[in-house]
């Protein structure tokens, strides 16, 4: 099965067969606000070569660099969504371009193109930043020539990047050479159209708009295209499965321990990796390169009490010539923890050679590129510390490629069943929502030895990570907070028990200037050498902030940190009052919920503060941990939305006095279940049923009136 065990490139363009040669070129555009649009095109910029294709890549804000006004080559878009719905900042300008009124109907009637646009079910508006692309471009003229993509976050992209992408090199194929008999170009590019995707992939004659569900049962393995050649148990040597048939990320059970296997195709490798006996100690962490700037850390806190469930702690940052507005987040650089990228190195042989400096070069005759995530010279270990992510779950399409480097028979069956269509609930249960890493794969798979091209080629970007503005530089100049809980991952068979991998950090960085709850004298001022140093860069929000006008009442809802931007808002706010006393400002809502009252009542005494002197009008605030009083009554609702319900007046603020609505927090419930919430008190306010209700509700979405900060 040569292209289960080899990497020959087998699936190769054969353009000698096509009607005349063409320029197999295409374009890939993305549009990125995190980065994984952007690894997403890079990953297929760098597949392209091994299918045969040249690709030239850009950012969509490079405008410069490419002209779809006269581009006849096909076009590969990948875009993010972010906000409520928007297409990532990054794609704003493009967005603005293609949405030009003056534009005729034909506009793009050259343009062939495909697009993946990602998203997460978790928010409003799945997929809207791919989307609006998407239908401007169809309205313009241009065509499809292969159906868009909308890969879920919340389940995975991979589930619909991966196949995505190996059906787009057959679609491409077709495109061009639909180009090469150009006769029948306009006519016919009907094999790869949308409908006849679904009936190709899944056999079928029925069309499906939801292509997200479709691509789940894409046949993408080796044995559609070499029929009769699938990998089956009784082909590998399998050692006898123990008598206690349990699964576990080492071991399958009856049905898939017997399965033929539907494997990913192997990514052919591109890249060489030397390492030169160049002694490059000295590197800490990256330059100020991307616009991060080294800040020192003059302040930490921990807000919760030690017994409470999650600590929660709060930074001070010296920003000094860094402008923000509350609603704005910052992006904090975070380095993998030196004992795994040791454990790496140890594991991979490479200890020794870990102040070596790292040369990338790419293979003889691969025209793919040198990920730009790998410096030139950087040491190994600088490499592994802060530009790889290796703790992120490796994908099937690495999970595959390991299995190639691991000798024992069992383990590299066991590798394989976790990167097939069969063994899809095995790898998202021992894999993917067992948040293993590399490491850990490495450790239950002791005959695994990749090379360390393999890592460079599969691991991604190591990701800055973002936190709100806790704070408004009206009233802390020079200053920025933010505030965060320390991730605890408990131990489970998989891996050891750990904390994620950014809050974790800060919190060992910053553990010599820590101060408990309540305990900070407001005088204090640490010696800047004792300041812990961090890099940061702002990352504004186009939509997130106070209304301009002061008058708008304004309705925030933010349980646990995800009150961090209200504390901002209010900081404004309040000093927004002193300098205006003869203004009306609008009433100000805060629905605030914790665990326990004397717990985890994040910046409780700032918040009653506020209450008291007017700039909150209505602090509410919910436990939802605490004991009933001592008459046996419970007195507060649990949940913040259970508040939200009962408050009076909330649902004619934001309808008849055209107030504005703010939710911060966490997208897997709470935001969903003020949502929810949200169309029930509207419901009642205005007596409409839910449908209409919903109606209104994306209203008040569309004026800007109903805004979230939604965080996974
Ligand atoms: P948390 O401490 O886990 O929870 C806060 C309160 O919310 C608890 O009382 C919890 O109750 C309750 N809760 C649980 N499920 C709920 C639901 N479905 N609806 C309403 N309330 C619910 O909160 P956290 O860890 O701080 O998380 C807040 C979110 O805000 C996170 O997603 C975080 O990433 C995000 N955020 C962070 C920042 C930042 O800069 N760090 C900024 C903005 C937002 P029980 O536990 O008793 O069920």
Redesign the pocket.
Known sequence: SGRISGRDGANQVDFYSMPCEVAARFLILYGSQRGQAQSIAEEICQQAAEHGFTADINCLSNQHKYNLDSEIQPVVFVVSTTGDGDPPDTAQKFVRKIKNKSLPHNHFSHLHYALLALGDTNYANFCNGGKTIDSRLQQLGAKHFYATGHADDGTGLEVVVDPWIEGLWDALKKTFSSMATSDQQDTDLSDCTQDNFHKNASGQEKYKSDLEVDLHLLKLSETDSQKGKAITSDSIDVETLSTVLVASLKQSVPPLSESALNVPALPASYLEVRLEKVSTEGETVPSDKDGYHEVSISKAVQLTQDDA??T?ISLELDISNLAYQPGD?FDILCPNRASEVEELLLRLDLQTQKNCAVQVNLLKNSTAKIPLRIPQNGSLQFILTWCLEIRRAPNKAFVRALADFTQNSSEKRRLLELCSKEGSADYNSFVRDANVCLLDLLRAFPSCLPPLSLLFEHLPKLQPRA??A?SSSLQHPGKVH????VVELPARPEHPARTGLCTGWLAGHVSSILWPLGTVPASERLGTSAQPKVHVRPRPSSTFHLPADLSVPVVMV?????V??FIGFLQQREKEREANQEATFGETWLFF???HKDK?FLFREELERFAHNGTLSHLIVC???DEPDAAGTVNSP????HNFLHAKNVASILIKDKGSLYV????K??TK??NDTLLEIIGNELQIDKLDAMKTVAGLREEKRYLQ?I??
């Open positions: 469930v999650k929660a987040a936190y709100s806790a933010f505030v965060f809980n933010g349980p646990g940190t995800g961090a931007p919920g914790c665990r985890d436990f939802s941990r649990t949940y913040v939305q911060c927090g966490d997208a419930n709470m279940d003020v900060d965080w996974s």
